[in-house]
Each structure stands twice: as C-alpha cells, then as structure tokens.
C-alpha cells in the first residue's frame, strides 16, 4: 500500500500543503514559515542521501469516535469525529546507531462542525545509539510541523518546530534514570501576539525490585515565554506492581506548581488545542489508577481512573456568559476508561475505548456533568 503522508490532502476545502503554499498572505507569511522551518531542511536534504539499504516502514491509522461533548464545555455538543495519521519513515542504521527520517500527516474530520475539520503535516528526524554494552541509550530528533484549518478556524493555523534530547542509563540492573529536554517553537500567524518557545527538562528515577514492584519519581520543569513568562513544575511518584503473570495494576500521583505566572490576554494563543486553556494556568493535584489484563492472543484490557483538581490562576472566559469575575477558576475533574485490544492478523491492532468524565468547576463555560465518548481505532503496519 502506498501512502504519501506528507502530502495529505483533505476533503471538502482541506488544503494540502501545495494550496496552502499558494493561499498565504504575501511573502511577509512564506517567510516566517522557512524562518521556523529552514533550519532543519539542510538536515532533511542530507538524509535524502543515505544508502539504498535504507528500511523503509510504512504505518496508517484510523479511528471514528462519537462524543457526547465533543468540546469540553457547557453547550454539552455532540459530534462524530474520524481520524487518520499516516506515517512513512527510513531506517538506517551502523552499529550501535541508528537514524529515522519520517513524514506524517493527521486529519481529523468532524461530521456535525465541519469546519472545526484540520490537519497536521510534518517531517521529523530521530536519531538512537547505544551507550556501551547494556541498554543504555542516547536519543536525539527534530519535527518540524504545520497545522492548517478551514477558513472559519485559522486562527488555529501554526507553524512548529521541536527539538529534544533524551537519556537512558542503568545505575546499577534494578536503578534506571531517565533525563532530557526538549525546546518547541510554535508561530500562529493569525494572531498578533502569536509566537511562543516553551522549554521543557524531566529526570526520572526508576527502582525495580525483586517482588517485581517498580518504584519511580519524576520531575519536569516548564517555561514558557510570548512576550510574558510563565513557569512550572510538575513533581510525581508512581508504584507498579505485578499481581500475576498477566496482571498488573499502577498507582500515581502528581502535583503541579506554578513558578510563576503570566497575565492572561485574550490574543495570547496557547499551546493546547483550546484557546482558552494551557497547563502553565493553573495548579493542582492529580490521582491516577490502572489496571492491566493480558489476555490469550496477544488481546489486552485496560482500566484507568482518575481525579484531577486544577486551581486557575487567571480568567479565561471569554463567553458572554453569567460569571463572577471575584473567584477564580477552579474545576474538579474524575474520569474513566475502558480499553479492549485485539489483533486481527499479524499487521492489523484494533482498540475499543471508552471515556467518561464529568468536569464540576466554577467556570459555567466548563462546568458540565457527564461526557462519553466511544471509539474504534485501528492500526496499520506495512
């Protein structure tokens, strides 16, 4: 099967990367995007140069989903939403090293709100060697991106670029430490203030015992600056533990903590898919759960709860809504799901999910009750 990922084209007025080029605004518009991305396209045309040995891998995913609440919010609208991501990539490898040149494209359609329908293109390189003669081992990669939405939408539009370098080494057999960082840049040219650079640096801890319980810490630092500066630090502990050959279940908590914090401004773009929320806005808790059952051929199921608390430090409804601007936000947030996997065959996965939660806060823009969403995903592999 062929699959030409980065050259997505999307149904009903979905522009591809050639239509884009040829709709933007002026040459202001092609410079900023080869600003973010120009950088790595040396690297990209160096790659196009590696042997003919090189193993290509092909991957396709796609998934339909009904929500209830499609949104998150206080309008309760449902819609049926079908994803697709494609992934074509080049291995190469020389000893105890090897390097991934891959293309990716994600589009997500939405059958009631179609002009919510997007996608997200872009091109990556991954580079893994192993350190000594264990499992140690030393990862370093690059994506550039660019999301395009219908015209109702644009100002979702962006141009990103990520880079990151990870470590994994063994103290000792039962002691793992994990640490990294990772610097993303993303430019919505829709907006005024649109730009922004988040750094992000993790070290976690893993300690592996002979009752086959593993212990781990982590913690990750944020920073954020676009125009303002915010900051954050995220601290959790997690227990795993093996009940029998097929079953294990995990505990964790987590704790978020704001460093400090920008002033909120309505232009001010952030970086999750809503406008209106990003993780440096707030503090708070969070208790997770998951079970784990194996079960004959290679099928799995997976039980996961949860309870979030997320005190806000700003204001950030923008609705014409009933509010009083006296309190902050503050939502308490319990969630549920379920997941069945199975093969069918040797290159096909299949998952069924289903996600519950509720979100009680005192944002009635957020505030809602109940939200179910059911999905059937499956995944491809060439």
Same mark, same amino acid.
């Given at each position: 099967?062929?699959?030409?990922?980065?050259?997505?084209?999307?149904?009903?007025?979905?522009?591809?990367?050639l239509?884009?080029?040829?709709?933007?605004?002026?040459?202001?518009?092609?410079?900023?995007?080869?600003?973010?991305?120009g950088?790595?396209?040396?690297?990209?045309?160096?790659?196009?140069?590696?042997?003919?040995?090189?193993?290509m891998?092909?991957?396709? #995913?796609?998934?339909?989903?009904?929500?209830n609440?499609?949104?998150? +919010? /206080?309008? @309760?609208?449902?819609? &049926?939403? !079908?994803?697709?991501?494609?992934?074509?990539?080049?291995?190469?490898?020389?000893?105890?090293?090897?390097?991934?040149?891959?293309?990716?494209?994600?589009?997500?359609?939405f059958?009631?709100?179609?002009?919510r329908?997007?996608?997200?293109?872009g091109?990556?390189?991954?580079?893994?060697?192993?350190?000594?003669?264990?499992?140690?081992?030393?990862?370093?990669?690059?994506?550039? #991106?660019v999301?395009?939405?219908?015209?109702?939408?644009?100002?979702? +539009? /962006?141009? @990103?670029?990520?880079? &990151?370098? !990870?470590?994994k080494?063994?103290?000792?057999?039962?002691?793992?430490?994990r640490?990294?960082?990772?610097v993303?840049l993303?430019?919505?040219w829709?907006?005024?203030t649109?730009?922004?650079?988040?750094?992000?640096?993790?070290?976690?801890?893993?300690?592996?015992?002979?009752?086959?319980t593993?212990?781990?810490?982590?913690?990750?630092f944020?920073f954020?600056?676009?125009g303002? #500066?915010?900051g954050?630090?995220?601290?959790?502990?997690q227990?795993?533990?093996?009940l029998?050959?097929?079953?294990?279940v995990?505990l964790?908590?987590?704790?978020?903590?704001?460093?400090?914090?920008?002033?909120?401004d309505?232009?001010?773009?952030?970086?999750?898919?809503?406008?209106?929320?990003?993780?440096?806005?707030?503090?708070?808790?969070e208790?997770?759960?998951?079970l784990?059952?194996?079960?004959?051929?290679?099928?799995?199921?997976?039980v996961?709860?949860?309870?979030?608390?997320?005190?806000?430090?700003?204001?950030?409804t923008?609705?014409?809504l009933?509010?009083?601007f006296?309190?902050?936000?503050?939502?308490?947030n319990?969630?549920?799901?379920?997941?069945?996997e199975?093969?069918?065959?040797?290159?096909?996965?299949?998952?069924l999910?289903?996600?519950?939660?509720?979100?009680?806060?005192t944002?009635?823009?957020?505030?809602?009750?109940?939200?179910?969403?059911?999905?059937?995903?499956f995944?491809?592999?060439?």
């Open positions: 099967m062929h699959l030409n990922c980065c050259l997505l084209g999307l149904e009903g007025g979905w522009p591809g990367p239509s884009f080029m040829t709709s933007l605004r002026g040459d202001m518009m092609i410079r900023r995007i080869f600003r973010y991305v950088g790595f396209c040396p690297v990209v045309l160096l790659l196009f140069g590696m042997p003919a040995q090189a193993q891998h092909r991957e396709l #995913s796609v998934s339909t989903s009904y929500d609440n499609a949104f998150g +919010d /206080y309008s @309760g609208q449902g819609d &049926y939403l !079908t994803q697709f991501n494609g992934m074509v990539s080049w291995w190469y490898g020389r000893g105890h090293s090897q390097t991934q040149l891959y293309f990716s494209g994600d589009g997500y359609l059958t009631q709100t179609r002009d329908s997007f996608a997200v293109q091109v990556g390189l991954l580079h893994v060697r192993q350190l000594g003669q264990g499992n140690n081992q030393f990862y370093a990669g690059s994506f550039a #991106s999301r395009l939405d219908r015209a109702a939408y644009q100002v979702y +539009d /962006y141009v @990103g670029w990520k880079n &990151y370098v !990870t470590l080494w063994y103290l000792q057999p039962s002691l793992m430490v640490t990294g960082y990772t993303q993303r430019n919505h829709q907006l005024a649109s730009g922004y650079t988040d750094h992000n640096a993790f070290l976690q801890v893993n300690k592996f015992f002979p009752t086959r593993t212990l781990r810490g982590d913690v990750n944020g954020k600056h676009h303002t #500066s915010e954050q630090i995220v601290m959790g502990i227990v795993a533990q093996s029998a050959e097929n079953t294990g995990s964790r908590y987590q704790n978020r903590l704001n460093t400090h914090a920008g002033v909120f309505e232009d001010v773009l952030f970086q999750d898919t809503d406008i209106l929320n990003d993780r440096y806005d707030y503090s708070g808790h208790w997770t759960a998951r784990t059952q194996q079960l004959p051929s290679r099928r799995r199921v997976i996961e709860g949860g309870y979030e608390i997320r005190n806000y430090q700003t204001l950030t923008l609705a014409d009933s509010f009083d006296s309190t902050l936000r503050k939502d308490r319990p969630y549920f799901s379920l997941t069945f199975t093969p069918l065959g040797e290159r096909v996965n299949s998952r999910v289903y996600d519950f939660e509720r979100n009680l806060s944002d009635v823009y957020y505030d809602y009750k109940e939200r179910h969403s059911f999905s059937v995903n995944d491809f592999d060439f």
